[in-house]
T-cell receptor, first 112, second 116 residues
Framework: QQQVKQSPQSLIVQKGGISIINCAYE??????FPWYQQFPGKGPALLIA?????SEKKEGRFTISFNKSAKQFSLHIMDSQPGDSATYFC???????????FGKGTKLTVNP | GAVVSQHPSRVICKSGTSVKIECRSL??????MFWYRQFPKQSLMLMAT?????????EQGVEKDKFLINHASLTLSTLTVTSAHPEDSSFYIC????????????FGPGTRLLVL
């Protein structure tokens, strides 16, 4: 049972464009939603995270949009750069549980 | 801050041997560390949760006698793959969260294991 569904599986964007990756969840107990960036052969790096009490969080070119009623959240990468080419994972966890539930990942390619 | 290291970064071993992977939190204390396994082009699969000073909690389907986990201090956890076989070849990643910040996991750089 996949608790966090992530789409698309792969994404190709031109330099300067906006990359959008979506995730949906079913477990209403989830209250923490991080995004991780992973380059080939490296461990995931925490990019940005959000809690359900806000609908949007922005850090530089990265923005998380959160829709609690729809149980969806998305990552927007503005002005996408070739250096952003990586695999992105959304995740979720619930209060009282230290475990993260990961989406299946999105491979982003930003063409120069 | 919040740096996690792993050693070795890559290991090649013969079938039947045991391999130990270390995970260290360099600038924070971690009461809990996690061990993941990742196959090519796939997501992270949680193997076990490691708590300092106590036995690890393994996820369903993970053989605890094959994947031995020791969390001897607040900054070090080790994963030993015993009697490794080619099917154990994978990318092993650890993570840890700083004390008091139980939701935020910081990941190590991973260890690539190849069993011949």
């Amino acid at each position: 049972q996949q608790q966090v569904k992530q789409s698309p599986q792969s994404l190709i964007v031109q330099k300067g464009g906006i990359s959008i990756i979506n995730c949906a969840y079913e477990n209403t107990a989830f209250d923490y939603f991080p995004w991780y960036q992973q380059f080939p052969g490296k461990g995931p790096a925490l990019l940005i995270a959000i809690r359900p009490d806000v609908s949007e969080k922005k850090e530089g070119r990265f923005t998380i949009s959160f829709n609690k009623s729809a149980k969806q959240f998305s990552l927007h990468i503005m002005d996408s750069q070739p250096g952003d080419s990586a695999t992105y994972f959304c995740a979720a966890s619930s209060r009282g549980s230290e475990k993260l539930v990961f989406g299946k990942g999105t491979k982003l390619t930003v063409n120069p | 801050g919040a740096v996690v290291s792993q050693h070795p970064s890559r290991v090649i071993c013969k079938s039947g041997t045991s391999v130990k992977i270390e995970c260290r939190s360099l600038d924070f204390q971690a009461t809990t560390m996690f061990w993941y396994r990742q196959f090519p082009k796939q997501s992270l699969m949680l193997m076990a949760t490691s708590n300092e000073g106590s036995k690890a909690t393994y996820e369903q389907g993970v053989e605890k006698d094959k994947f031995l986990i020791n969390h001897a201090s607040l900054t070090l956890s080790t994963l030993t793959v015993t009697s490794a076989h080619p099917e154990d070849s994978s990318f092993y990643i650890c993570s840890a969260h700083p004390r008091g910040r139980t939701e935020t996991q910081y990941f190590g750089p991973g260890t690539r294991l190849l069993v011949l």
